[in-house]
């Protein structure tokens, strides 16, 4: 599982197939909250819009940081 959080437009996706897949479909499930689907309907990613008022995103990216300095370290 891949994030990626761009701070200009507050959006945060969040990956779960490895690799560029091609997203057959995206499910709307609120004004917010966007479900991509690949090949055999398994999905691809999610993504988050106005993430910092849904997620503590702060949080999340010093979490994400501390885990990327100690995967480095080994």
């Known amino acids: 599982m891949k994030t990626t959080y761009d701070k ?4 945060l996706y969040i990956y779960f197939q490895d690799g560029k897949k091609k997203v057959s479909k995206t ?3 609120n ?3 966007f479900v991509d689907i690949g090949a055999q309907e398994k999905i691809y990613g999610i ?3 106005d993430t910092s008022s ?4 702060q949080s999340f990216l ?3 940081k ?6 480095r370290k080994k």
């Open 8 to 11: 200009k437009t507050d959006a």
């Open 62 to 64: 010093k979490q994400k």
């Open 54 to 57: 849904h997620l503590p995103i």
């Open 66 to 71: 501390s885990a990327a300095k100690t995967k």
């Open 27 to 29: 499910l709307k499930l």
């Open 47 to 49: 993504e988050i819009l």
């Open 31 to 33: 004004n917010y909250l």
